[in-house]
Nanobody, 118 residues
Framework: QVRLVESGGGLVQPGGSLRLSCAAS????????MRWYRQPPGKERDFVAT????????RYADSVKGRFTISRDNAKNTVYLQMTSLKPEDTAVYYC???????????WGQGTQVTVSS
């Protein structure tokens, strides 16, 4: 059974930092592209960042470039999202997603809430 479990969310003041983690199990983690998405209250779920299964070319949404960093540790089956200079508009539920190379397998975590507020 595949599981993706996000953690690390919480309440942070504007300008602060958080690191989200997504621990995967039940899949060959190193062969999956990993992505982070977020869904603000009352809005659609949007792409945030991705790290491929091969290579080191991460990609980011324009809204988070220069502030967020995605990384992965294949030995720990975990993907991270380091978030800095957080803004109130970063408030959302953050989800991780795992997609196989062929796209045949696609999994989502349950999400973790990030609230940026003073």
């Amino acid at each position: 059974q595949v599981r993706l479990v996000e953690s690390g969310g919480g309440l942070v003041q504007p300008g602060g930092s958080l690191r989200l983690s997504c621990a995967a199990s039940g899949l060959s983690f190193s062969s999956y592209t990993m992505r982070w998405y977020r869904q603000p209250p009352g809005k659609e779920r949007d792409f945030v960042a991705t790290t491929p299964s091969v290579g080191n070319i991460a990609r980011y949404a324009d809204s988070v470039k220069g502030r967020f960093t995605i990384s992965r540790d294949n030995a720990k089956n975990t993907v991270y999202l380091q978030m800095t200079s957080l803004k109130p508009e970063d408030t959302a539920v953050y989800y991780c997603r795992a997609t196989s190379r062929t796209g045949a397998y696609d999994y989502w975590g349950q999400g973790t809430q990030v609230t940026v507020s003073s």
